[in-house]
């Protein structure tokens, strides 16, 4: 395989990463302020404690304060609603996020209601999904915009391209869409209901996977010299007995002969998201303070 073909989402993560730590030791010294993000995770689900481990490691990492709460499994709608209000009002926290899934008794949306707007880092309250969708800015949801960042580095400007984006979702697919739209793409968003999907797919000079259903996307529903960003992440069960291997929505060893350009899975777009979200917090923790946001 042509090496050239593969975006190094963890290459540019990393990139991203530095760039937000240098930014974050500057704004510190100039103003003193050091950015704060808290992660709240209910109860013990093992791929979320992992996630929130991992943020809260690169939040520390990047030099800001690490600010975490975990509640237990059994805690009611009307605490975790205390929680964030908490957040809301402390003024050392500039990203709130809530990890997500929640268990059963917490209606999500009422949570993501609850987040002041310019604290909501992951970009799910209706007012930045507003701001978003009539192109005025607001918080973006991390890993759409990682996805976005890839293609820009990759292709440049996006104008008067084709984008297809699969799935629909409120986290991925429709802020991509948005992002693209923004970008002046041509865009479809396919789902579950769509009809004749490798057609549609073979379309796209941009093509978007947020599907969750492991190697969906065939090779032959890819254009020739496409770009392919694979959101997805499935767990499949690996060839050694009793292990397992992540996968992304696209069969990759057959679209890389297809696509011009294409990320993997995993060390594609996951490493994007949680520098996404510290560049996120950084921005927020600007806008609170009146402080100049750096162009990152
Ligand atoms: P959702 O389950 O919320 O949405 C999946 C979407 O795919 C839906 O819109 C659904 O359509 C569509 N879909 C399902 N089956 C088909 C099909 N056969 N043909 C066409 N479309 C289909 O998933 P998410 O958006 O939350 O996540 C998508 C994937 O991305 C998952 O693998 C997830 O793990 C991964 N992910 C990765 C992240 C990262 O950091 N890299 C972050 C977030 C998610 P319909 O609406 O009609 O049901």
Redesign the pocket.
Same mark, same amino acid.
């Given at each position: 395989m042509n090496a050239d073909r593969r975006i190094d989402g963890r290459a540019f993560a990393e990139n991203l990463r530095a760039r937000v730590t240098e930014e974050t030791a500057r704004i510190k010294a100039e103003h003193g302020l050091t950015p704060g993000l808290a992660a709240v995770l209910v109860g013990e689900d093992p791929a979320s404690q992992v996630y929130v481990r991992n943020k809260n490691k690169q939040t520390i990492e990047a030099g800001m304060n690490s600010l975490g709460e975990t509640l237990a499994v059994d805690t009611s709608e009307a605490d975790l609603l205390a929680t964030v209000e908490k957040l809301n009002a402390d003024p050392a926290v500039h990203g709130i996020l809530v990890q997500l899934p929640l268990p059963d008794q917490i209606n999500p949306n009422a949570v993501i209601d609850a987040i002041e707007p310019a604290k909501d880092v992951d970009g799910f309250h209706l007012r930045n999904v507003g701001l978003l969708a009539t192109g005025r800015g607001g918080m973006v949801p991390c @890993?759409p915009l990682g996805c976005e960042m890839l293609l820009k580095e990759r292709l440049g400007d996006l104008t008067g391209l084709n984008a297809v984006v +699969? &799935?629909?979702?409120n986290?991925?697919?429709k802020p991509m869409a948005q992002l693209l739209l923004g970008a002046n793409c041509t865009v479809t968003i396919?789902?579950?209901? @769509?009809a004749d999907?490798p057609a549609v797919c073979r379309e796209a000079d941009i093509l978007i996977a947020? +599907?969750?259903?492991a190697q969906?996307i065939k090779g032959d529903w890819i254009k020739p010299g496409a770009t392919v960003i694979d959101?997805?992440?499935?767990r499949v069960p690996a060839e050694e007995e009793g292990k397992t291997r992540l996968v992304g929505?696209v069969a990759f060893d057959e679209a890389v002969e297809h696509a011009g350009a294409i990320t993997p899975v995993p060390g594609g +777009? &996951?490493p994007m998201?949680i520098a996404c979200l510290l560049r996120n917090t950084l921005v927020a923790a600007c806008r609170q303070n009146n402080i100049d946001v750096p162009d990152i």
């Amino acid at each position: 395989m042509n090496a050239d073909r593969r975006i190094d989402g963890r290459a540019f993560a990393e990139n991203l990463r530095a760039r937000v730590t240098e930014e974050t030791a500057r704004i510190k010294a100039e103003h003193g302020l050091t950015p704060g993000l808290a992660a709240v995770l209910v109860g013990e689900d093992p791929a979320s404690q992992v996630y929130v481990r991992n943020k809260n490691k690169q939040t520390i990492e990047a030099g800001m304060n690490s600010l975490g709460e975990t509640l237990a499994v059994d805690t009611s709608e009307a605490d975790l609603l205390a929680t964030v209000e908490k957040l809301n009002a402390d003024p050392a926290v500039h990203g709130i996020l809530v990890q997500l899934p929640l268990p059963d008794q917490i209606n999500p949306n009422a949570v993501i209601d609850a987040i002041e707007p310019a604290k909501d880092v992951d970009g799910f309250h209706l007012r930045n999904v507003g701001l978003l969708a009539t192109g005025r800015g607001g918080m973006v949801p991390c @890993t759409p915009l990682g996805c976005e960042m890839l293609l820009k580095e990759r292709l440049g400007d996006l104008t008067g391209l084709n984008a297809v984006v +699969v &799935g629909r979702s409120n986290i991925v697919g429709k802020p991509m869409a948005q992002l693209l739209l923004g970008a002046n793409c041509t865009v479809t968003i396919a789902h579950s209901r @769509t009809a004749d999907l490798p057609a549609v797919c073979r379309e796209a000079d941009i093509l978007i996977a947020a +599907v969750g259903r492991a190697q969906m996307i065939k090779g032959d529903w890819i254009k020739p010299g496409a770009t392919v960003i694979d959101v997805g992440i499935n767990r499949v069960p690996a060839e050694e007995e009793g292990k397992t291997r992540l996968v992304g929505d696209v069969a990759f060893d057959e679209a890389v002969e297809h696509a011009g350009a294409i990320t993997p899975v995993p060390g594609g +777009v &996951g490493p994007m998201t949680i520098a996404c979200l510290l560049r996120n917090t950084l921005v927020a923790a600007c806008r609170q303070n009146n402080i100049d946001v750096p162009d990152i």
